[in-house]
């Protein structure tokens, strides 16, 4: 799979695509770097955008991974998160925010069956928000967001962690699919719907 490095998450020079392994994306993810100034930490991104130009100038063409952001989520709402994740690969790692925060704050990033154009990334994100329970990070839903890499403030990381699960790819092909979910004071919650892409993607 293909992934966009920068040297600062703020960086405006134009992010070095690179092509990895799964094995390696998630072994060089596995430990958490200190930084005062979480800034400054370096970051990467799903998305590509065309080669030698910098993110805030177009764009990005297409999303190569999924990036799931669970912002300061309870106990129990992450149990149900991983419980709907478990049939499928992951690597999740506690964020920056993580140690000083009395909920959960994680991401997890899942591999994809193939890229998602950026024009489909609108209806994936929020279909696959919808799988998970509509706990997902509403700020981080465009195509081209960047993300920290796995980064804890100076003295703090044996707070954090990191955890990689083994499951089948997920297929994008249903999330691809405009779907209208019942709404309530923001949450989904229309569980017939949701059973039925539950059902569509483990097919």
Not at 15 to 43: C, G, M, N
Not at 130 to 149: I, Q, S, T
Request: net charge neutral.
């Amino acid at each position: 799979m293909w992934v966009s490095c920068f040297k600062m998450v703020a960086s405006t020079e134009p992010p070095q695509l690179k092509e990895v392994s799964w094995e390696d994306f998630v072994q060089k993810l596995s430990t958490h770097i200190e930084v005062a100034d979480k800034i400054k930490a370096p970051a990467i991104s799903p998305a590509e955008w065309p080669r030698g130009v910098s993110r805030g100038d177009v764009k990005a063409l297409r999303v190569h991974f999924a990036a799931l952001d669970l912002d300061k989520i309870t106990d129990d709402a992450l149990t149900a998160v991983l419980k709907i994740l478990a049939p499928y690969q992951y690597f999740l790692h506690t964020t920056h925010s993580h140690a000083a925060s009395p909920l959960n704050c994680l991401r997890v990033y899942l591999p994809l069956s193939k890229p998602v154009e950026a024009l489909q990334w609108p209806t994936f994100w929020s279909n696959l928000n919808a799988f998970v329970g509509g706990v997902l990070d509403k700020a981080c839903k465009d195509a081209g967001r960047v993300y920290l890499v796995p980064s804890a403030p100076p003295g703090m990381s044996d707070k954090n962690y990191c955890q990689s699960h083994d499951g089948q790819v997920l297929d994008v092909e249903p999330l691809l699919v405009k779907r209208t979910f019942a709404k309530t004071k923001g949450q989904f919650v229309s569980q017939t719907a949701l059973m039925s892409l539950a059902h569509e993607l483990m097919a």
